[in-house]
């Protein structure tokens, strides 16, 4: 039973730049949320989805946005990179309403 | 808003002895409290849970006890290992206007040596 998987890995950016991470839950699960994690920092929120819907954000700007699939995998996207979107954006997975989340492994976006 | 503060590292510690990482959280109404922890280069992992007041959650010889007249969830381990070296996360779920995420304190790095 595979648990939650991210990908890339690593990423370069320049800043202006657009990017896309990619992440699969953990099998049974049907809600992702993002945070991101600055150096240093505990991770910060940015959104969930469920059912294909953003049905909560954090202080984030619109810059960043996401999509979630029907097999419940989702997506981040950031556009018009700043420095300061060097960060490990990480996963995570779970039941709708469950308090309990699973992390991946996370994505390391360096921003040029 | 609801938040959470954790003691400053980095805790260093000689193998066997005993830890103690305070961890205090400001919420209405009754969330949950987690302990997750971050190897170097990985993501995280949950460590330990408690749901309500008095509750102690437990894994792996760590323990943490939610403490709602203090607002704390510390977390203790009687004996640690080199292995142990990692940075801990207190986070809190939930409580009126929480939502269905996770609030994290910044961490706190635990070096454990020989």
């Known amino acids: 039973d595979a648990g939650v998987t991210q990908s890339p890995t690593h990423l370069i950016k320049t800043r202006g730049q657009q990017v896309t991470l990619r992440c699969s839950p953990k099998?049974?699960?049907?809600?992702v949320s993002w945070y991101q994690q600055a150096l240093g920092q505990g991770p910060q929120f940015i959104f969930q989805?469920?059912?294909?819907?953003?049905?909560q954000r954090g202080n984030f700007p619109d810059r960043f946005s996401g999509h979630q699939f029907p097999n419940y995998s989702s997506e981040l996207n950031v556009n018009a990179l700043l420095l300061g979107d060097s960060a490990l954006y990480l996963c995570?997975?779970?039941?709708?309403?469950?308090?309990?989340?699973?992390f991946g492994p996370g994505t390391r976006l360096l921003v040029l | 808003g609801n938040s959470v503060t954790q003691m400053e590292g980095p805790v260093t510690l000689s193998e066997e002895a005993f830890l103690t990482i305070n961890c205090t959280y400001t919420a209405t109404g009754y969330p949950s409290l987690f302990w997750y922890v971050q190897y170097p280069g990985e993501g995280l992992q949950l460590l330990l849970k408690?749901?309500?007041?008095?509750d102690k959650g437990s894994n792996k010889g760590f323990e943490a006890t939610y403490r709602k007249e203090t607002t704390s969830f510390h977390l203790e381990k009687g004996s640690v290992q080199v292995s142990d070296s990692a940075v801990y996360f207190c986070a809190l779920f939930g409580g009126r206007g929480g939502y269905n995420k996770l609030i994290f304190g910044a961490g706190t790095r635990l070096a454990v040596h020989p």
């Open positions: 408690a749901t309500k007041a008095d």
């Open positions: 989805y469920y059912e294909e819907e953003e049905r």
């Open positions: 099998s049974g699960h049907d809600t």
């Open positions: 995570a997975s779970s039941l709708w309403g469950s308090e309990t989340q699973y």
